[in-house]
């Protein structure tokens, strides 16, 4: 069965950083690319940051570039997602989300979704 633990959300103020984890269990992680996304109320879901298995090859959404940075430790099935410098637009929703190989910001390719992790930032 495949499972995820999402950790590290919370409350924090504008400026301040958070740090989500990510621990995937009931496949071949390193066999996965991992992407994060996130859903405010009312809007879409979107991709924030994804890592792909092979090379870690990274990819971010222009809103989070030089602020977030994803990395995977394979050892222990996790990925995680520092988020620094936030904004009270990146409150929302989070979700670490995993699929075959290559990692892409488009939450329509992946096959194992998360249950997800509030993330609010206070103006």
């Known amino acids: 069965e495949v499972q995820f633990v999402e950790s590290g959300g919370g409350l924090v103020q504008a400026g301040g950083s958070l740090r989500l984890s990510c621990a995937a269990s009931g496949f071949i992680f390193d066999d996965y690319g991992i992407g994060w996304f996130r859903q405010a109320p009312g809007k879409e879901r979107e991709g924030v940051a994804c890592?792909?298995?092979?090379?870690?090859?990274?990819y971010y959404a222009d809103s989070v570039k030089g602020r977030f940075t994803i990395s995977r430790d394979n050892a222990k099935n996790t990925v995680y997602l520092q988020m620094n410098s936030l904004k009270p637009e990146d409150t929302a929703v989070y979700y670490c989300a995993a699929r075959p190989f290559r990692a892409t910001t488009n939450p329509g390719w992946y096959d194992y979704w998360g249950q997800g992790t509030q993330v609010t930032v206070s103006s």
């Open positions: 890592i792909s298995s092979s090379d870690s090859t990274t």
